[in-house]
């Protein structure tokens, strides 16, 4: 059975760090495009960044320069390193990977900046 298992996330003040991390679980090869959105309460799930295979990157305006996302294709992992947090980074962040058509979530991971 294919599962994406993340970790990290929690409480952080304004101008700190965080990382999160997402695994799949089992035996999987030729994975695809992995990344991270993120969901505010009363907000739609937007796009934070992705990386492909080749470990090409793409970002949201509002992240550039603060996140940074990178994988270990051996680990099957992708990383999101949250630099300089805002209060209104704060959300539910959910990590995805794509996998011969399929596109596989993390359970969400609560990230949470205060002022």
């Known amino acids: 059975h294919v599962q994406l298992v993340e970790s990290g996330g929690g409480l952080v003040q304004a101008g700190g760090s965080l990382r999160l991390s997402c695994a799949f679980s089992?035996?999987?090869?030729?994975?695809?495009?992995m990344g991270w959105y993120r969901q505010a309460p009363g907000n739609e799930r937007d796009l934070v960044a992705a990386i492909t295979s080749g470990g090409t990157t793409t970002y949201v305006d509002s992240v550039k320069g603060r996140f940074t996302i990178s994988r270990d294709n051996a680990k099957n992992t992708v990383y999101l390193q949250m630099n300089s947090l805002k209060p209104e980074d704060t959300a539910v962040y959910y990590c995805?990977?794509?996998?011969?058509?399929?596109?596989?979530w993390g359970q969400g991971a609560q990230v949470t900046v205060s002022s």
């Open positions: 089992g035996s999987i090869f030729s994975i695809n495009d």
């Open positions: 995805y990977g794509d996998h011969h058509g399929t596109r596989y």
